[in-house]
């Protein structure tokens, strides 16, 4: 009994060490795609944001923070419905996300969201 448990700890431990690392490396592509002014490495950053995100870590914070990264990566290419989703998917993860509350709020009656506090309202996210 106790030789399963410890292997599920060992199991978790290592997923959210996998899930860091494909968060380390969507950095990096994002970081050289705003250096570079090259959507190739945001592109690139999306894809490593969600392969961490298909790991199913069940570190909320790790969560919320590669959801809120590739809000930002999606904002940077355009994609604002989607930066928005994975932004409110970050709070609803973890509320204390300033990151993530950041992104689903620029800002409320901008035209980049101009339906920022509806959606708020439809996660039941207070606005304040």
């Known amino acids: ?8 700890v060992r199991a978790a431990t290592l997923a959210s060490a996998l899930v860091a690392a494909a968060q380390n490396q969507g950095n990096d592509a994002l970081k050289r795609g705003l250096q570079v002014k090259k959507t190739f490495y945001l592109r690139e950053a999306l894809g490593l944001y969600t392969r961490g995100l298909d790991l199913k870590c069940r570190n909320a914070a790790l969560v919320s923070a590669l959801f809120s990264n590739r809000a930002q990566a ?5 994609n604002n419905r ?47």
Request: with cysteine.
């Open 1 to 8: 009994m106790a030789g399963g448990t410890c292997n599920k």
């Open 74 to 78: 999606h904002l940077l290419l355009g």
């Open 82 to 128: 989607s930066a928005l989703d994975d932004a409110l998917t970050a709070l609803r993860a973890d509320a204390a996300n300033v990151k993530a509350r950041w992104l689903s709020r620029l800002p409320g009656g901008s035209p980049v969201w101009p339906n920022a506090c509806g959606a708020c309202r439809r996660c039941r996210l207070s606005c304040e």
